[in-house]
């Protein structure tokens, strides 16, 4: 969680661009394969011409024992290999797709390498250049290919002066940066800018970082502010004399949009005291460059006690995203804006549905009561369609216009989703203003 007093939170686990260099160190033996098919494309040039590798080509070493080094630092444009090859003048070829470094002068004849050399039956260590999480973190791999054949066998060596075959061979491996979100240089996440856009805009104040991070042309959906980086920028001094304070309860990430469920605190310049809001983020080219939002007084406990924001966190299940988008997008669809009641029990667990609607008590009968007395009442949630949604495995969330009680309204719900059906539910529901009365003419949406 995040508030004005502490740093901002690291990175979740299984999406972080953590600053510790992960070693993975690897011992391929002659009689061993290891192989990886390249996803990018490398250059090289070795003494002559230039060798590509695409994703069809597969990286071999032939003709000796070698130790690999993998290493992974965050946030950086090229992936870089380098090979340090037991031979003066390795031979470089590439047939079917098979990019062989292979070695063609050993040391002198009685040397204890050349000894050790002779003895290895060839083995052969096909390698690759393996991407990280796609829209993720960049990768740097550094493969050290050291000569290990009098340790392999036993054996010491003694410097001589006579022999020292070792060659060492670079290739850099460009990649493309997703959504070409490069600050200072670095590949960074979508994630990695929005988080540095909070912090700076809610929690430091600086007006400084706050205009680095912005799109000149961003575009402003909440009504009360005008679109463009300017008037953000001028509003930071303001936020800061009032007190606001942040704190983030949940993250989530899909593509170049960045969602987040937050309170805020001392947010009478956002129009109450304390605030429940989701606030989205479009990131590319290195900058914010649109942000969606909703605001709700906080209310509550609701009649099982529980708040607005309180429930789980961590976001679980990404390889089950797009099954959970599916059923939540349905939910809103069928139920919510077709009015459908009837196949409500397709999309909501009828076992476990906890409810954090400030009104609204858990379960199906919870929902079902509040949705007859607001029938009844004249003043249903009449919702018109999906216009955002933001989806990162288990949480789904799911921004509609609609109307209540006889006013334009913005509802944003998140959902959680497991076993294919929704158990938890959080919302924000706001009044829209007349497009009359927006400052800008982007509309909510």
Known sequence: MLSSKSSFPQYKGHRALSTTVLF?????????IAEAVTNCK??????????TLDSSTKLSVKGFDASISYVTVPNVSTRSL????????????????????????????????????????????????????????ALFLSYLFSQMMGMAHGETTEDNGACQPTVEIELSVPYDCPYNNYVDGQCLTAEAIAD????????????????????????????????????????????EESGLAIEVHRTLVAGNLVAYHSTYTNATVFGGE?????DVFRVEDGKVQEHWDNLQEEAGPNPSGNSMVDGPTMVKYLSE??????????????????????????FISSESY?????????????????LTALNEAGTPFIYHQPELVVAEGNFVLVGSMGEFAGTDTAYYDLFRVENGLVV????????????????????KF
């Open 354 to 370: 906890t409810q954090h609607n400030p009104t609204i008590a858990d379960g199906l009968d919870g929902l079902f009561a509040a």
């Open 196 to 239: 540095q856009l909070v912090q700076a805009l809610f929690v430091e104040f600086d007006p400084v970082a706050t205009e680095k991070l912005l799109a000149d042309d961003y575009v402003q959906h909440n009504p009360g502010v005008p679109t463009g980086a300017a008037p953000v920028i001028g509003i930071v001094p303001i936020l």
């Open 24 to 32: 993975a160190t690897v011992f391929a033996a002659s009689s061993s």
């Open 42 to 51: 490398a250059m090289t040039e070795l003494g002559g011409p230039a060798y």
């Open 82 to 137: 380098k090979i340090s090859a037991a031979s003066e003048e390795p031979s470089v070829t590439v047939e079917d797709g098979l990019f062989t470094i292979e070695p063609t002068q050993s040391c002198g004849e009685g040397s204890p390498t050349s000894s050790a050399f002779s003895k290895m039956v060839p083995g052969l260590l096909s390698l690759g250049l393996a991407g990280s999480r796609g829209l993720g973190s």
């Open 424 to 443: 938890e539910h959080w919302d924000v529901i706001q009044d829209v203003p007349p497009a009359s009365a927006f400052a800008h003419t982007n509309g």
């Open 274 to 278: 304390t605030l429940i809001g989701f």
């Open 321 to 346: 995203t797009a099954a959970n988008n599916e059923t939540a997008v349905g939910l809103v669809e069928a139920v919510l804006v077709g009015g459908d009641a009837g196949a409500i029990t397709q």
